[in-house]
């Protein structure tokens, strides 16, 4: 059964940091395009980092240079690194993969950045 599984979200101090991590099971991980999307209150979900199916990533402008995609295919796990958070940053998160043509996501974690 194919299942993607977020966890890290909290509440963060702006200018901190925050690993959000996405465990996936039922297919290859480096077999299809798999990333992170968010969605804020009021606002349209978002593609925030994504690996293509080829390897290579693409970041939203917003997140360049703070933000980080990486994985260990060995734990089917994608990471999110997010560092120099901002008030703007706060949704929830949610992990989503590309296979077949169809779109599967997760239940989404939340990341509340405030002082």
């Known amino acids: 059964q194919l299942q993607l599984v977020e966890s890290g979200g909290g509440l963060v101090q702006p200018g901190g940091s925050l690993r959000l991590s996405c465990v996936t099971s039922?297919?290859?991980?480096?077999?299809?395009?798999i990333g992170w999307f968010r969605q804020a209150p009021g606002k349209e979900r978002e593609g925030v980092a994504t690996?293509?199916?080829?390897?290579?990533?693409i970041y939203a402008d917003s997140v360049e240079g703070r933000f980080t995609i990486s994985r260990d295919n060995a734990k089917n796990t994608v990471y999110l690194q997010m560092n120099s958070l901002k008030p703007e940053d706060t949704a929830v998160y949610f992990c989503?993969?590309?296979?077949?043509?169809?779109?599967?996501w997760g239940e989404g974690t939340l990341v509340t950045v405030s002082s």
């Open positions: 690996f293509t199916s080829g390897g290579s990533t």
């Open positions: 989503t993969a590309v296979i077949a043509q169809r779109r599967y």
């Open positions: 039922g297919f290859t991980l480096d077999d299809y395009a």
